[in-house]
Structure formats: C-alpha cells, structure tokens
C-alpha cells in the first residue's frame, strides 16, 4: 500500500500555499520516489481563475477593487476561497496509480460523494462539468495541474463558508447552478469533523496509508476513520 504524507494546515494566504505545492512538485519531479503528500487547509478570501478562465466570469474589475485575485496555472474556471471551505490539494504521483486524468478527476469526486454520504447527504455529478452537486448546489470545484504525472491543486468542499462571495462571480463559468453549503443541509458542521471524514474517505478511494505529518512526529492513521452521521 503506497503511502500519502497529510499535513493539516489551518488558515493558510492562498500564495503560501501556492507555492508550498509548487516546492513540493518540484521535488518529487527531481526524486520520484517521495511519498506523495495530500495538504489540507482553508484560506482568507481570495478568488482565482484558471489559467484559461475568461475575465467576463468576475463581476468587478479587479484593477479597481481590493480584493485578492489570482490567476493560476490550474484547468477550470473562477472560484472563491474562504474560511469555512475545506480545501484540499493532493500532491500525488500518477504513475503509481493510473495515468489518467479523467480517472483522476472522478476519483476526486468520489471521495467528495462519499463524505457526503457520511452525513446522510447524496452527492451527485452533473455530466459533462466536473465537481459534486448536492440537491442542485454545487458543493465543491475542483480544479488540477498535473506535471509529468505529479498533480496539484484540487478541490473546494463548501463546509459552512460564507457564500456571500460567490455573488460577485460566476462560479466556474456556471451561470444556472447556484453555490451551496453542507451547513445548508446539516446544522452545526465544522470543518474539523469534515475533515476527519475526508481523510479517511480519501484512503479509501485512493488505496493508500495517511500519515500525520503533526508537530509530534509522524503517526499512522487507519483508514476507516469515518463514522456514520444521521441527519
């Protein structure tokens, strides 16, 4: 079973984090053999656009209003960024997996849809876009960079954020999907205890052995951590 470092972050400014996937990528394009790493934090306000994403998704001039902006090196459109959102961005190596993005991609998904279901909530795809929906409301984007088969950046699980920013975007290029939250559906979630769920749902789905990367030292985490919530 092939190992994956975590390191759980907090709040962390969008180009900290930025260039910390960077660094890490750079590395394990120099040695293959690294562990692959999955970081998980969230961020101050911030919105970032891929780097195809058309300007007319932004609903200000980000020349003349202070907000943090960021086009990045990722596929997909504009997104927002906040305290709240459960932010993940799996450093992998696809050689020891499968060498295909759109499997990738799904499986993302999959550990989203399956953390949903912790909670007794049904996640769903929508055909032809990627992300998971929840009842109509897109829940959480996702959006990658792969190098020579090493990812990086990832996906945004909208645990209990204050949706408010979405409002000055159009979030992914989708004009008729609204945003939504899991504390729409589920009162009182904190990304804490979501976060816990999506680890263990992510050593599931990707077949690998977490290891806490904490101030203590390193430490094993079994695989099945979750535990099964009623709405």
Not at 6 to 20: C, D, F, N, R
Not at 122 to 144: D, P, S, Y
Not at 162 to 173: E, Q, S
Request: proline share 4%.
């Amino acid at each position: 079973m092939r190992k994956c470092l975590i390191s759980h972050q907090g709040l962390v400014p969008y180009t900290v984090a930025w260039e910390q996937q960077r660094s890490l990528v750079s590395q394990r394009l120099q040695d293959s053999s690294l562990d692959d790493i999955l970081l998980l934090l969230e961020h101050p306000p911030v919105y970032t656009l891929g780097k195809g994403s058309r300007l007319d998704f932004l609903k200000f001039d980000p020349n003349q209003v202070n907000s943090d902006v960021h086009r990045i090196e990722r596929g997909g459109e504009v997104t927002y960024h906040c305290p709240g959102q459960l932010v993940g961005y799996p450093i992998l190596n696809l050689r020891y997996y499968r060498q295909d993005l759109h499997w990738y991609l799904r499986q993302l998904e999959e550990v989203l849809i399956q953390v949903l279901a912790v909670y007794g909530l049904k996640g769903e795809r929508v055909a032809g876009m990627t992300g998971v929906w929840l009842e109509g409301c897109k829940v959480a984007a996702i959006g990658i960079k792969v190098k020579r088969w090493i990812t990086m950046h990832g996906f945004a699980l909208n645990v209990c954020p204050d949706l408010a920013g979405f409002n000055h975007i159009v979030p992914c290029g989708i004009a008729d999907k609204p945003v939504g939250s899991l504390a729409q559906f589920i009162a009182d979630l904190s990304v804490e205890q979501v976060r816990l769920d999506l680890c263990g749902k992510f050593a599931e789905v990707f077949g690998v052995q977490l290891i806490d990367q904490g101030e203590t030292g390193c430490k094993l985490i079994p695989n099945s951590l979750s535990i099964q919530h009623k709405r």
